[in-house]
Every structure is written in C-alpha cells, then in structure tokens.
C-alpha cells in the first residue's frame, strides 16, 4: 500500500533540483508504561541496534530523517531528528507509569512543525511524515486523547503524518484502527515471552520498513509482519 500524496506539501519534495534533497521524517513511537518494563533491556538494546542500522548506510540515513519518542504518564523525546554526525548518544529508555496517548499526540504534532522547518532550512524537501507506534495497552487518557489525535491528522494541517501501528499485550484492535492511516498489526496476548518476541518481530518490520523506503525513496509499508496480523482499516475519504 502506497500513501496518498495529495499537495504540493508532498510533491515538492520529490524533486530535489536546486541542490536540496528529498527526505522522510520518520518517528519511531514507543510505548515505555509500566507494562513495558519486563521488555526494557530488550527495548533498549533493539533500539540501538535501529539507530546504528539507519544511520550506518548514508543512502539510508540521507532519506529517513529519524526521531524516537517514548511515552508514558508524560512523553519523551529519546532521539531528535539531528544529522549523524550529531548523534553522540542515545539515551536509555525507562518503563513506568500510564500509557497516555493526548500528551503523546501533542508533543508529535509539536516536534513534526519544528522538524520540518529545520529540515527546510538545511535544504530538505520533506516527504509527509510517518510515525511508527508500538503499544501493549490502551490509552489510559480515557477519551480524551481523540482530541488530540485529530489535531495531528487534521485535513487542514499539510504536515499532519500517517501512522502505521505495531500492538501486542493487552493493546487494542480497535484503537490501533482507529490511529492507523497506512496499516495497523496485532499481535495475540501472549505470555511475557511472547510479548518479547511480539516486540522484537514489531522493531524488526519497521527497520525493514525504512531500510526498504530509503531503496524505493518513498514509503515502503509492511505486507507481514510475523506472528501478527493486520488489522482491516476502514477509509472515509
């Protein structure tokens, strides 16, 4: 499935000519409640190995402009979108407290305005963002995190992202298709162990994802991901 490029927000960012160059910000989303605390160390350590694949090849790090966010009570900005050559670091990722996706939704919106004007300003074109979400709960936020969904998918707003979501543990099918604009997977409940494995199948398909959309410049969705499967989503427009 390909993304429905529709402005000239989007088209623009093919060209490349005038010596600027053409390039997906790209958020990787991560659940870090206290029901992911089990799956720190794995976590942490899978992360790592996403960062150093992304930004090993130039062909890929030139094209997928990555930010790592997790979230629980409050959201976190683990990775800024920075060049390689700023990248020093990456900082661990702790598991605890609530799973709130209305702070979670705010602080993308927040950063994907900002990303995409420092990526303008060092002469990127940007593709229409992409975020990848991967939970094993619901929203503890109740309802009202809708609203702030909306707002970083409101038609009005050219940067709003899609979304492509990885759910496993006690997360919910119906609120992945809710989120979902490209595809959403669910993984069945499972014991600790399956949810690790779960978790790790989840970071394996979105690493082959950018790897695969910086060969073919735009973005490149899953057809499997093993031991899950998609959750059907409904287009209204």
Same mark, same amino acid.
Request: hydrophobic share 40%; proline share 6%.
């Given at each position: 499935?390909?993304?429905?490029?529709?402005?000239?927000?989007?088209?623009? &960012?093919?060209?490349?000519? =005038?010596?600027?160059?053409?390039?997906?910000?790209?958020?990787? +989303?991560?659940?870090? $409640?206290?029901?992911?605390? %089990?799956?720190?160390?794995?976590?942490?350590?899978?992360?790592?190995?996403?960062?150093?694949?992304?930004?090993?090849?130039?062909?890929?790090?030139?094209? /997928? !402009?990555?930010?790592?966010?997790?979230?629980?009570?409050?959201?976190?900005?683990?990775? %800024?979108?920075?060049?390689?050559?700023?990248?020093?670091?990456?900082?661990?990722?702790?598991?605890?407290?609530?799973? $709130?996706? =209305? &702070?979670?939704?705010?602080?993308?919106?927040? !950063?994907?305005?900002?990303?995409?004007?420092?990526?303008?300003?060092?002469?990127?074109?940007?593709?229409?963002?992409? +975020?990848?979400?991967?939970?094993? =709960?619901?929203?503890?936020?109740?309802?009202?995190?809708? @609203?702030?969904?909306?707002?970083?998918?409101?038609?009005?707003?050219?940067? !709003?992202?899609? /979304?492509?979501?990885?759910?496993? =543990?006690?997360?919910?099918?119906?609120?992945?298709?809710?989120?979902?604009?490209?595809?959403?997977?669910? &993984?069945?409940?499972?014991?600790?162990?399956?949810?690790?494995?779960?978790?790790?199948? &989840?970071?394996?398909? +979105?690493?082959? @994802?950018?790897?695969? @959309?910086?060969?073919?410049?735009? /973005?490149?969705?899953?057809?499997?991901?093993?031991?899950?499967?998609?959750?059907?989503?409904?287009?209204?427009?």
């Amino acid at each position: 499935m390909q993304p429905d490029y529709e402005s000239e927000y989007d088209e623009r &960012a093919g060209q490349g000519d =005038g010596g600027t160059v053409a390039g997906l910000p790209t958020y990787l +989303v991560l659940d870090s $409640s206290g029901s992911m605390k %089990p799956f720190e160390a794995l976590l942490n350590k899978t992360l790592t190995e996403v960062v150093d694949t992304v930004y090993a090849s130039p062909k890929v790090s030139d094209f /997928i !402009r990555l930010s790592i966010v997790s979230f629980n009570t409050s959201p976190h900005l683990i990775l %800024p979108m920075i060049d390689i050559a700023e990248l020093t670091g990456l900082p661990e990722v702790t598991c605890g407290g609530m799973t $709130s996706y =209305g &702070a979670m939704f705010e602080l993308l919106r927040e !950063r994907i305005e900002q990303d995409i004007a420092d990526l303008s300003a060092k002469g990127v074109r940007a593709y229409r963002p992409v +975020v990848f979400l991967l939970t094993d =709960g619901i929203p503890s936020d109740g309802g009202t995190w809708l @609203s702030s969904y909306q707002a970083l998918r409101d038609p009005g707003w050219r940067p !709003r992202p899609d /979304i492509i979501s990885y759910g496993f =543990g006690d997360a919910s099918d119906t609120v992945l298709e809710k989120v979902s604009t490209l595809a959403a997977y669910i &993984a069945k409940t499972g014991n600790e162990e399956q949810n690790k494995t779960a978790l790790s199948e &989840a970071l394996k398909s +979105v690493l082959n @994802s950018l790897v695969a @959309s910086a060969e073919a410049q735009q /973005i490149q969705v899953p057809q499997h991901v093993e031991g899950y499967t998609s959750v059907p989503l409904v287009y209204v427009d």
